[in-house]
C-alpha cells in the first residue's frame, strides 16, 4: 500500500504556495479547485508518488475553518 496524500489545512493556499516552494520541489502543482459540498479549497502538489493537499475554508462555516483558527496544520 503507497501513501496518496497528506492532507494540510492552510488559512490561504496563496501563501502557502510561496512559502513550500521556497523549501520543496514540486513535479506539480494543481490549480487550486473549489470543493462547494465541503465548503474548502484544495489545490494537491506532487511530490514524488505523493502529493500534499492544501486546504483552504471557503468560507468562515468551512468545516476547518476551526482548525484554521487553531493555526492549521495537519488534517488527515
Known sequence: MKLHHVGIVVPKIQDSLGELTRFLTF???GIPT??????VNVCFLKIGESYLELIEPASDDSPV???VSRGGGFHH
Not at 473549489?34 to 465548503?39: F, P
Open 27 to 29: 513535479e506539480s502543482i
Open 34 to 39: 473549489l470543493i462547494g459540498s465541503q465548503k
Open 65 to 67: 475553518s476551526n482548525f
